[in-house]
């Protein structure tokens, strides 16, 4: 069975400085694909970034980028240029591509303070 | 206007009460999920359809039962409550005729409070 762990249950960052969020995963198998999710306090879910897992090249959307080991089973999201807005629980989230469910596998999250 | 919604936001009910969570879409996406959220333990899959006709059982379903009255919509129904099955409820979908059928969207979530 595929497992996401979170290490980092909470993390701080100033304002405009870089933070780096940690999550790592276990699976067997070799096609799937990985998210990172921000749930800030309204609690609504929102996809930040994807990644395929065929792919070598890490994601990057705006201020945010993974670095992805694969042989490591490592996905890390660097978060550039903190803002307020990014205060939020961050969710890694693993999922089987071709697997009977397409079923989401979260870790337990981390949440994220950026202090002015 | 937003492309999942969820109703109601917030319940307080009492045990042994049925109640429905609802979940519609104009996204125009094929499959939808209903998940929980508990503090400390991220989400968990509770149902799942990938069309009208087809509908599963996810990692938690005890408890649980859903409908799927058209595409568009997907409804979760706790049939005899239980202060446990206090939480966050989320929708999600995603379109599996798209490059992007991975993808699940969220709903704003429903906070269920059992008593």
């Known amino acids: 069975a595929q497992t996401v762990t979170q290490s980092q249950p909470e993390m701080s960052v100033q304002e405009a400085e870089t933070v780096t969020l940690s999550c790592t995963y276990d699976t067997s198998e070799n096609n799937y694909y990985l998210f990172w999710y921000k749930q800030p306090p309204s609690r609504q879910m929102i996809l930040v970034i994807r990644?395929?897992?065929?792919?070598?090249q890490n994601a990057t959307e705006n201020r945010f980028s993974v670095n992805f080991q694969k042989a490591a089973k490592s996905f890390s999201l660097k978060i550039s240029d903190s803002q307020l807005g990014d205060t939020a629980m961050y969710f890694c989230a693993f999922l089987n591509y071709g697997g009977a469910t397409n079923k989401l596998i979260f870790g337990t999250g981390t949440l994220l303070a950026v202090q002015p | 206007d937003a492309d999942v919604t969820q109703t109601p936001r917030n319940r307080i009910t009492k045990t042994g009460k049925r109640i429905m969570l609802e979940c519609s879409q104009t996204?125009?996406?094929?499959?939808m999920y209903w998940y929980r959220q508990d503090p400390g333990l991220g989400l968990r899959l509770i149902y799942y359809s990938f069309d009208v006709k087809d509908i599963n059982k996810g990692e938690i379903s005890d408890g649980y039962s859903v409908s799927r009255q058209a595409q568009a919509k997907f409804s979760l129904s706790l049939e005899s409550a239980i202060p446990n099955q206090t939480a966050l409820y989320f929708c999600?979908?995603?379109?599996?005729?798209?490059?992007?059928?991975?993808?699940?969207?969220f709903g704003p979530g429903t906070r269920l409070l059992v008593l």
């Open positions: 996204k125009g996406h094929d499959r």
């Open positions: 990644q395929e897992a065929y792919k070598q």
């Open positions: 999600a979908t995603s379109d599996s005729r798209t490059g992007r059928k991975e993808t699940q969207y």
